[in-house]
């Protein structure tokens, strides 16, 4: 697998990681219930992928770690000591990635995009007042 290969790979995989955070959070529109805490705990994790994800990608495109802990308001010692393992790791599976998920994360990312569509085009018909309203209610009526 050539370089440009290996890093469509990871870009894919990184794209796809966007869609499941964002249709995690998207899901929390819905009435909050107990579920919640679990779906916050996938957010968690998904997050932390991403980021991994995100670092691999801005030290593949030649940013240091240096200006990339000065955006994240830390140290360039402790933003490597954290993540520089998991970039590795993950740099490492970029091969498998195309030969062994490719087909996978292209059905995953259609899927996640339908999902999305779908719930944005639900909340577009819906009033916001009314819908914030609605979930009111039912906590209200929760707490009885």
């Known amino acids: 697998m050539d370089e440009e290969e290996k890093l469509s ?24 219930e107990a579920a919640m ?5 996938e957010i968690m994790t998904i997050w932390q992928r991403l980021e ?18 000065a955006r994240s ?12 393992r998991k970039i590795k790791s993950r740099a490492d599976a970029a091969a498998s990635i195309r030969k062994t998920e490719g087909r996978g994360l292209q059905t995953e ?7 999305l569509n779908d719930k944005m085009r639900e909340l577009m018909e ?6 914030s309203a609605e979930i009111a209610q039912a906590l209200l009526s ?3």
């Not at 805490?37 to 705990?41: K, S």
């Not at 308001?73 to 520089?84: C, F, I």
């Not at 990312?109 to 999902?115: G, T, V």
């Open 109 to 115: 990312w259609r899927n996640l995009i339908e999902l």
């Open 9 to 32: 790979a990871l870009v894919l995989d990184h794209l796809v990681e966007v869609l499941r955070l964002t249709q995690a959070a998207v899901s929390l529109a819905d009435l909050p």
């Open 126 to 131: 819906t009033d916001p007042t009314s819908y």
């Open 142 to 144: 929760q707490r009885q």
């Open 52 to 69: 991994v994800s995100t670092v691999l990608l801005l030290t593949q495109a030649g940013l240091s770690w240096e200006a990339m802990a």
């Open 37 to 41: 805490l679990d779906q916050l705990e």
């Open 73 to 84: 308001g830390v140290r360039r010692q402790s933003l490597h000591r954290r993540l520089s």
